[in-house]
Structure formats: C-alpha cells, structure tokens
C-alpha cells in the first residue's frame, strides 16, 4: 500500500482547507496519515499523529516535534510527505532529510511567503534564508498566488515550482442560498431577522487581526445598533480580543463561537463577510464567503487583492483604516442595488476556485510523484 503523510502546525488547518485531497488519496487506496497539533477529529485519516509543533521557531518544543516526525518518516517510508505551514514545512522537510535520499517525494504547499513585497526587512532576514535552505529539500514547492510563485522561481531553489488557486472551496456546502432559507438559518442559530450579520471566520491570532474589526464596529454602533460582528474560529491569542471587546463596551454585540463545524450555515445566514489579516496567501474563508454571495470589505494584503475586488465584489480598504472600513460596510448595507452586485459578482468572480477546479490542478501535480 502506498503512503502520504501530512504536516502541518495544527490539525484545524486539515480541517479546513485539505478534506477533499484527504479524501482523493483515500478513494485512491493511499494510507492518508497526519501529523499536526491539535484534537479536531479528520475524516479520511487513518493515522493521526499528534506533535508539538509550535508556530515560533525559538519554541523549544520544535525540537521534540523534529524528532518525533523523523522517527514516524523513518518508521513508515512515506512515498509524498506533503507538508503545510512555515514551520509544519521546516520541521517536515528536516524530517525528511533521509528518507528522501531513499525515494520519498516532500512538497512544501507555501500558503503565503513571510517575505513579499512591502514586508518589514526583519521578515526577509529571517524567513527568507530559511525558505531559501529549505527550497533544496524540496521536490515540488507549490504556490498560491502570483506573487509568491514569481518569487519562488526567481529566487529559491526546489526541484519544481507550481502555482495552484488556493486551496479550492468546497462548492457542495458554499453557494448561495434563497432569503427564505437565509432567514430559517437566522431562527436556528438564534439571530434577529432585522440585524446585519458581518462575519469573519478564521482563528484568532496576532495576524488576523481582530482587533481591526471589533474597532471597526465600535465605529459603526455610535450611529446604528442593528449591526453584530460574528467572528468564529479557535482563541489562539490567550482571550485578547475578547477582552478588547468588552473594554470598548460592545461585548454584546460581538459573538466569539470559537471552533465550528457549520460555518456553510452561519455565512449562510449572515450579510457581509470581513477580513482583517495583514498577510494571506489566498484565504479559503473569504472564497466561501464569495462563494455564498456575500459581499467582502477585507483589509489590504495580497491575498485579499486577488480575491477581493473593488467595486465589483466589495472593498478592500488600508489594514486597521477603522474608519474606511466602517464607511464601505454601511454603504454595502445601505444600498440593495449595490448589495445585489456585490452579491451576483461574488458568486460569479469566485468559480475558478472551486474544489473541483483546484483538485484538477493538484491531480497533475501529485500525478507526477503518484506514477
């Protein structure tokens, strides 16, 4: 039986964004094993392998993950280790050193350079000679956007270079549904007909960014009280932004759901979707959204850019330009023609990023080392 590990910082990322490729090598006949921290349950898994791995790469605890995932590489002789996450791909790919040298194939899926265009200098002293290192260790390094694929080509070293768009949405749970049906998911998840649902689905940390959007509904309540901010994903910033919610008075209208697994149902229900980060690969929760036909307000970043396009799909506006963002979601929310567009352009703009069109472009990338 042919074997494929995969690696990443926390099982969540599995989760989300790599069910269908789980799935395909399952159908396939592969053995489908993850290594990753954290206790969500994977369909289409046969071996989950739990290993602290921790996003700093001072934490002294990568060392234990190192050589835990050397010893599972070298037990089991995987034919494609497929590793995601910077440090899930640096450990991973360390791992892999020998076993590599005996026939196994390691991709590296980058879900967004550290170093781009306009990041701080700090960010290309330190990640790039790592990525840079770690490129030579790579068989198939796959990207997601333009920017990052260019850089990679130029710049680093891996026997292979692609690009892919995302990591594809899951069409059969992400479309757009009828007011009707918008309006019973409202009863059931126990929200009011009349208010307007903004919605960010993504874990909360440093880098999302929440804060953007709490401040930004502390702006927007001053003038209107029908709007709520939901924001679901797991608390990986020690309670942070809860905090800052209630220190600015608007707890209340802030949901925190932590960990979901009906988010179909939830942008189902909501209004607009919003965005925060300041960096992103191409985020798989702003492509569902889309896919819903929510309109987008995001913050500036290059993942944002190629998802979110001005005035034709919503606005993409300066990161925590408060303010700014404020203004063009009260203009979404204040105008139904404007809304509609939004609404039928989402829909439309986000098509080539369905799972069905991205499994297309990793099948021949995979077909490569599965034959």
């Known amino acids: ?55 700093s790469p001072a934490d002294k605890d990568n060392f234990k993950a190192y050589k835990m995932l050397k010893k599972i590489i070298k037990d089991n002789r995987y034919d494609i280790v497929h590793c995601h996450t910077p440090m899930g791909g640096i450990l991973a790919r360390l791992a892999s050193f020998s076993q590599r040298k005996k026939g196994t194939k390691v991709l590296y899926t980058a879900h967004g350079f550290h170093f781009y265009d306009g990041a701080p200098k700090a960010n290309w002293m330190v990640y790039f000679p790592i990525e840079y290192v770690m490129s030579m260790a790579t068989d198939c390094l796959i990207t997601i956007n333009d920017e990052d694929y260019n850089c990679a080509k130029k710049r680093l070293r891996a026997k292979k270079t692609e690009k892919v768009n995302g990591v594809g949405y899951n069409s059969d749970r992400y479309f757009p549904v009828s007011k009707e049906e918008k309006l019973a998911l409202r009863d059931k998840l126990g929200y009011s007909r009349n208010e307007k ?44 932004y809860v905090k800052l919610a209630a220190e600015l008075g608007i707890d209340k209208k802030v949901d925190f759901l932590g960990h ?90 986000i098509k080539p990023y369905s799972k069905e069109s991205v499994l297309v472009e990793l099948k021949e990338i995979y077909n490569h080392y599965i034959n």
């Open 1 to 55: 039986m042919k074997k494929i590990l995969y690696v990443a910082t926390i099982t969540e990322h599995f989760y989300y964004f790599h069910l269908p490729y789980l799935k395909m090598f399952h159908d396939l006949g592969w053995r489908v094993d993850v290594a990753s921290h954290g206790d969500v349950k994977l369909p289409f898994c046969d071996n989950r392998y739990e290993i602290p791995i921790k996003r």
């Open 197 to 240: 649902l903004l919605v960010y689905v993504a874990e909360m940390n440093l880098n999302k960014n929440q804060a953007m959007l709490i401040r930004t509904l502390k702006i927007i309540s001053e003038k209107r009280d029908d709007v709520r901010l939901i924001i679901a994903g797991a608390d990986n910033f020690n309670g942070e």
């Open 260 to 349: 979901r697994e009906d988010i179909d149902d939830i942008l189902h229900a909501s209004d607009i979707a919003v965005g925060s980060s300041y960096r992103e690969g191409l985020p798989v929760n702003v492509m569902e959204a889309l896919a819903c036909g929510l309109p987008v307000v995001l913050s500036d970043n290059r993942g944002h850019r190629v998802l979110g396009v001005n005035g034709e799909n919503g606005y993409v506006v300066k990161v925590n330009d408060y303010e700014a963002m404020a203004q063009r979601i009260n203009e979404i929310l204040d105008d139904d023609n404007l809304y509609e567009k939004f609404s039928e352009n989402a829909v439309e703009l």
